[in-house]
C-alpha cells in the first residue's frame, strides 16, 4: 500500500524530529493501537524507546504473557512490564460510578508511568496510540453540543508535573488505517486483527463495583465467547466482540439444584471506526449454543443475554 508506506516514512522523520536523542516511554496496552505505535516508534529512534506495559488487574485471560512475550522476546523491545494488579484493583474497591472508575484508572495509569518514566532514566517524552476518533469523540458527540460521553484514559494531555511531552503519531489515522500501517510495518496479521480493547479493560465491562471474583467469571465467559465466535469463523466480520458481567444475580436451576448466579450479556457489533455501530445478527443457534457453553463451562454464570442495542444510542462498551 504505496499510501501507507508513505505515512511510514512521513511519520517516521516526524519522530525523529521531535524526540532528537531523548528517551521515549510507550504505554502498551496490547492494542493494536498502541502496538502500532510502539513498532513504528521503534523502528524511528531504536532503543530511545521504552515500552511500559501496565498489568492492572483487568487484562483478559492469558493478555499480559501474549503481549509481553511477543514484544519482548520476538521485537526484542525494552519492555517493562509492571504488574499493578493490587495498587489498582485496591483503589477500584467499592467503586460502582463510571466515571470515577475512568478517572481512578487514569490517574493511576500516570502515576504508574511516572514512576517508571524515572526508572528508564528521564525520558522526556510519553508515546500513545491515540486515534483520530478518540482525539474528537472526547470533545463532542456526533456534531451535537460539546459534552464528555466518556473519560478516555489515554487522551486529555498528562499533568504539568510530569513534565513530559506527548508523541501521537497515530493521531490523524482511522483505525482501519492503523491496521494497514500495522500490516505495512510487519505485524502478524493475527494480531492486527485483534479486535479493540480499552485502556480500562474489564472495568469498563463490569458496571457497577468491581471484584476479584467478578473479573475472574468474566475472564473465562469471555474466553468461551470469543472461542464460539472464532470457531463459526466470525471474528473477522465483527468490529468488536466482549462479554460484560452483569451487577445482578438470578435464580436457575441445573441438574436438581437451584443455582443463584451472575447473568451476563454478550456484546458484538460492527463499525467503521467506533464512533457509530450496529449489534452483530447473530444465528439463534449461535448465540443458544454460545450460551449453554457459558453456563456449562462457567460456574458463577447462569444466565446469558444478547445485547441487541446500536451505537447510538448506546455505546459499544457498558461504561
Ligand atoms: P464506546 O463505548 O465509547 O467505545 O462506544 C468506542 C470505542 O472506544 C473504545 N474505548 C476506549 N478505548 N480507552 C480506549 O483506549 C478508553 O477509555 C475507551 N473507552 C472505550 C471501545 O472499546 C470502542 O472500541
Given at each position: 500500500d504505496w499510501t501507507m508506506s508513505a505515512y511510514r516514512e512521513e511519520a517516521?522523520?516526524?519522530?525523529?524530529?521531535?524526540?532528537?536523542?531523548?528517551?521515549?516511554?510507550?504505554?502498551?496496552?496490547?492494542?493494536?493501537d498502541?502496538?502500532?505505535?510502539?513498532?513504528?516508534?521503534?523502528?524511528?529512534?531504536?532503543?530511545?524507546?521504552?515500552?511500559?506495559?501496565?498489568?492492572?488487574?483487568?487484562?483478559?485471560?492469558?493478555?499480559?504473557?501474549?503481549?509481553?512475550?511477543?514484544?519482548?522476546?520476538?521485537?526484542?523491545?525494552?519492555?517493562i512490564h509492571a504488574d499493578e494488579q493490587e495498587l489498582f484493583l485496591g483503589a477500584l474497591d467499592g467503586q460502582d460510578d463510571p466515571e470515577t472508575k475512568r478517572k481512578i484508572i487514569g490517574k493511576l495509569f500516570i502515576d504508574v508511568f511516572q514512576k517508571h518514566a524515572k526508572e528508564v532514566g528521564d525520558a522526556k517524552f510519553l508515546a500513545q496510540g491515540t486515534l483520530y476518533?478518540?482525539?474528537?469523540?472526547?470533545?463532542?458527540?456526533?456534531?451535537?453540543?460539546?459534552?464528555?460521553?466518556?473519560?478516555?484514559?489515554?487522551?486529555?494531555?498528562?499533568?504539568?508535573?510530569?513534565?513530559?511531552?506527548l508523541v501521537e503519531p497515530l493521531r490523524?489515522?482511522?483505525?482501519?488505517?492503523?491496521?494497514?500501517?500495522?500490516?505495512?510495518?510487519?505485524?502478524?496479521?493475527s494480531f492486527i486483527g485483534r479486535h479493540p480493547f480499552p485502556g480500562p479493560g474489564l472495568?469498563?465491562?463490569?458496571?457497577?463495583?468491581?471484584?476479584?471474583?467478578?473479573?475472574?467469571?468474566?475472564?473465562?465467559?469471555?474466553?468461551?465467547?470469543?472461542?464460539q465466535i472464532r470457531k463459526h469463523g466470525l471474528y473477522d466480520d465483527i468490529w468488536q466482540a466482549f462479554v460484560a458481567i452483569l451487577p445482578?444475580?438470578?435464580?436457575?436451576?441445573?441438574?436438581?439444584?437451584?443455582?443463584?448466579?451472575?447473568?451476563?450479556?454478550?456484546?458484538a457489533v460492527t463499525s467503521v471506526d467506533g464512533m457509530t455501530a450496529d449489534y452483530y445478527p447473530f444465528s439463534h443457534e449461535f448465540l443458544g449454543e454460545t450460551a449453554t457453553r457459558i453456563i456449562n463451562e462457567v460456574p458463577g454464570i447462569n444466565r446469558v443475554t444478547y445485547d441487541i442495542t446500536s451505537k447510538p444510542p448506546g455505546t459499544i462498551e457498558w461504561e
Amino acid at each position: 500500500d504505496w499510501t501507507m508506506s508513505a505515512y511510514r516514512e512521513e511519520a517516521i522523520a516526524a519522530i525523529r524530529a521531535q524526540v532528537g536523542d531523548e528517551k521515549v516511554i510507550c504505554g502498551l496496552s496490547g492494542g493494536v493501537d498502541s502496538s502500532v505505535a510502539a513498532v513504528l516508534i521503534h523502528e524511528a529512534i531504536g532503543d530511545q524507546l521504552t515500552c511500559v506495559f501496565v498489568d492492572h488487574g483487568l487484562l483478559r485471560k492469558g493478555e499480559a504473557e501474549e503481549v509481553v512475550t511477543m514484544f519482548r522476546d520476538h521485537y526484542n523491545m525494552p519492555l517493562i512490564h509492571a504488574d499493578e494488579q493490587e495498587l489498582f484493583l485496591g483503589a477500584l474497591d467499592g467503586q460502582d460510578d463510571p466515571e470515577t472508575k475512568r478517572k481512578i484508572i487514569g490517574k493511576l495509569f500516570i502515576d504508574v508511568f511516572q514512576k517508571h518514566a524515572k526508572e528508564v532514566g528521564d525520558a522526556k517524552f510519553l508515546a500513545q496510540g491515540t486515534l483520530y476518533p478518540d482525539v474528537i469523540e472526547s470533545v463532542s458527540f456526533s456534531g451535537g453540543p460539546s459534552v464528555t460521553i466518556k473519560s478516555h484514559h489515554n487522551v486529555g494531555g498528562l499533568p504539568e508535573k510530569m513534565g513530559l511531552k506527548l508523541v501521537e503519531p497515530l493521531r490523524e489515522l482511522f483505525k482501519d488505517e492503523v491496521r494497514a500501517l500495522g500490516v505495512e510495518l510487519g505485524l502478524p496479521k493475527s494480531f492486527i486483527g485483534r479486535h479493540p480493547f480499552p485502556g480500562p479493560g474489564l472495568a469498563i465491562r463490569c458496571p457497577g463495583e468491581i471484584t476479584r471474583q467478578k473479573l475472574d467469571i468474566l475472564r473465562e465467559a469471555d474466553a468461551v465467547y470469543i472461542d464460539q465466535i472464532r470457531k463459526h469463523g466470525l471474528y473477522d466480520d465483527i468490529w468488536q466482540a466482549f462479554v460484560a458481567i452483569l451487577p445482578v444475580r438470578t435464580v436457575g436451576v441445573m441438574g436438581d439444584g437451584r443455582t443463584y448466579d451472575f447473568a451476563c450479556a454478550l456484546r458484538a457489533v460492527t463499525s467503521v471506526d467506533g464512533m457509530t455501530a450496529d449489534y452483530y445478527p447473530f444465528s439463534h443457534e449461535f448465540l443458544g449454543e454460545t450460551a449453554t457453553r457459558i453456563i456449562n463451562e462457567v460456574p458463577g454464570i447462569n444466565r446469558v443475554t444478547y445485547d441487541i442495542t446500536s451505537k447510538p444510542p448506546g455505546t459499544i462498551e457498558w461504561e
